[in-house]
């Protein structure tokens, strides 16, 4: 068991302080924390706009995609390793003569980007364009706020006409969550 009370498997699911959570760099976990976000409409299962936006954000490029055939442009990136000082290298203990990485050099890895580039083969005159985000069940229009917020356009499909109305009136409001 941790200091917090948790045992070692839930511990990286459970993080509290901004250390913990590597400066907001830490890969996503399988189960989110997220809270919940008031609604005054009358949808009953209303997403909270921070559970869609990573999932807009992975699905979609930052800087848009090929106006021909819809791929998402990719991101150039340039990364550079550097040995950590402050990461101990050497043997842990007495007897770990076993140990594979006891001479390895601990490693810092930082990545920045370079540019955009299309992933298609379409041309590389083409401007993009801003991305399409599909929501079969569009509910109140969470994820249509949040792609349009993001820059994104999104499609919405919804059965109920309660909740399409909901949607309109929401969108047009033009009320984003950040």
């Known amino acids: 068991m941790s200091e917090r009370g948790v045992t070692r498997t839930t ?37 909270p706009p921070d559970l869609i936006k990573p999932m807009v954000l992975a699905g979609t490029s930052e800087r848009g995609c090929c106006p021909t055939c819809g791929t998402p442009w990719e991101r150039m990136v340039e990364t550079t390793r550097t040995k950590d000082p402050t990461r101990h290298t050497g043997r842990a203990a007495v007897g770990c003569d076993d140990r594979q990485d006891a001479d390895t050099p601990r490693m810092i890895t930082e990545s920045r980007t370079t540019g955009w580039r299309p992933a298609c083969t379409c041309g590389e005159s083409l401007q993009p364009i801003p991305c399409i985000v599909l929501d079969p069940f569009a509910g109140s ?5 949040v792609a349009r917020n993001l820059g994104c356009k999104a499609v919405g499909a919804e059965l109920n006409e309660q909740y399409i109305n909901l949607a309109s009136k929401r969108l047009e409001q033009g009320v984003l969550f950040t």
């Not at 509290?16 to 009358?42: D, F, M």
């Open 11 to 47: 511990e990286g699911l459970n993080l509290k302080t901004a250390a913990e959570k590597c400066n907001g760099t830490r890969t996503k976990r399988s189960v989110l924390t997220v809270a919940t976000h008031p609604y005054s409409g009358a949808h009953f299962a209303t997403f």
């Open 141 to 145: 229009g969470t994820t249509a706020m």
